[in-house]
T-cell receptor, first 110, second 114 residues
Framework: GEDVEQSLFLSVREGDSSVINCTYTDSSSTYLYWYKQEPGAGLQLLTYIFSNMDMKQDQRLTVLLNKKDKHLSLRIADTQTGDSAIYFCAETGGSYIPTFGRGTSLIVHP | NAGVTQTPKFQVLKTGQSMTLQCAQDMNHEYMSWYRQDPGMGLRLIHYSVGAGITDQGEVPNGYNVSRSTTEDFPLRLLSAAPSQTSVYFC?????????????FGEGSWLTVV
């Protein structure tokens, strides 16, 4: 099946930028998503990007897509302790059913 | 503005019992899916449906059954619960169009099998 890969952990200092990376294998991916999950909670959609775009910015969040390398990244500017969570990358191809990565735990320390 | 409604939120089952997790959406979405989430494993697809009357298996379908008799409802049945099915379950729906495919999730169902 198609795979979505993410590193499992990222630790940053409060105020720094965080960059969470994701790679995927489905060349027919149409939409790519970033979700945030806080402990004991469900999944919150942060942002998504259509495959014909290479960048999308939304306040502190910047998504970069390199379609040639099948690489997606999420940059969080001025990271705060409230950003500590698990971040999931997901993609949908022709089936429109999302495939998720294992999630990256972002730890923000003072 | 209900979105995706999942019930129950918490359930404890004994090994061998059966139960159904309910999922309903009121957005007329064609695409619905069930995932389980386990620590360090992300969300793994159990079953999915691309429209009423159509279902298919995902990555981890064993021990689960689904049906899609209406567009709105997509229940997940555990036929004979096992401790390995202790997990958090999420239902999702999406419109599945090239002009937009925002995925909506239910709030999750925490299931413990003892």
């Amino acid at each position: 099946g198609e795979d979505v890969e993410q590193s499992l952990f990222l630790s940053v200092r409060e105020g720094d930028s965080s960059v969470i990376n994701c790679t995927y294998t489905d060349s027919s991916s149409t939409y790519l998503y970033w979700y945030k999950q806080e402990p004991g909670a469900g999944l919150q959609l942060l942002t998504y990007i259509f495959s014909n775009m290479d960048m999308k910015q939304d306040q502190r969040l910047t998504v970069l897509l390199n379609k040639k390398d099948k690489h997606l990244s999420l940059r969080i500017a001025d990271t705060q302790t409230g950003d500590s969570a698990i971040y999931f990358c997901a993609e949908t191809g022709g089936s429109y059913i999302p495939t998720f990565g294992r999630g990256t735990s972002l730890i923000v320390h003072p | 503005n209900a979105g995706v409604t999942q019930t129950p939120k918490f359930q404890v089952l004994k090994t061998g019992q059966s139960m159904t997790l309910q999922c309903a959406q009121d957005m007329n979405h064609e695409y619905m899916s069930w995932y389980r989430q386990d620590p360090g494993m992300g969300l793994r697809l159990i079953h999915y449906s691309v429209g009423a009357g159509i279902t298919d298996q995902g990555e981890v379908p064993n021990g689960y059954n689904v049906s899609r008799s209406t567009t709105e409802d997509f229940p997940l049945r555990l036929l004979s619960a096992a401790p390995s099915q202790t997990s958090v379950y999420f239902c999702a729906s999406s419109p599945g169009t090239r002009s937009g495919n925002t995925i909506y999730f239910g709030e999750g169902s925490w299931l413990t099998v003892v």
